[in-house]
């Protein structure tokens, strides 16, 4: 797992997570809690989580402030079908790996800043 470097801000609830090898291009802000990292491709190399553990332990119990405190790696597998994004959270801690899929996201939910000039 070790392409992935991570940060939990526990104080603010903030989970980040990004590629350790690839270069962000942009940033997109698919909602206030929300924010993906784009290589030059478009391909999703990062995702930023505000309110992290509230919004995780909506699918998964499991997924605490005690859990993501304790984090020591982290993955993100991504699919890219048609319109739509499909992540899945790889996160090991306490000896425990959970593989936590996030929401779909719609590409045409955002207007690329680059692309928009």
Excluded: T
């Excluded at 270069?23 to 999703?44: A, P, Q």
């Excluded at 899929?101 to 207007?111: A, E, G, H, N, T």
């Amino acid at each position: 797992m070790k392409e992935y470097r991570f940060d939990y801000d526990a104080e603010n609830d903030i989970l980040y997570i990004q590629n350790a090898v690839r270069e962000v291009e942009e940033s997109v802000e698919f909602s206030e809690d929300i924010v993906l990292d784009l290589d030059n491709k478009g391909h999703v190399i990062g995702i930023e989580i505000f309110y992290a553990s509230e919004f995780l332990n909506l699918f998964n119990k499991e997924i605490d402030k005690g859990f993501l405190e304790n984090l020591e790696d982290v993955d993100i597998e991504y699919k890219d079908f048609r319109n739509v994004w499909f992540i899945i959270i790889v996160l090991k801690s306490k000896n425990k790996v959970i593989r936590q899929p996030m929401p779909p996201l719609r590409k045409s939910d955002y207007v690329s800043p680059i692309l928009a000039q």
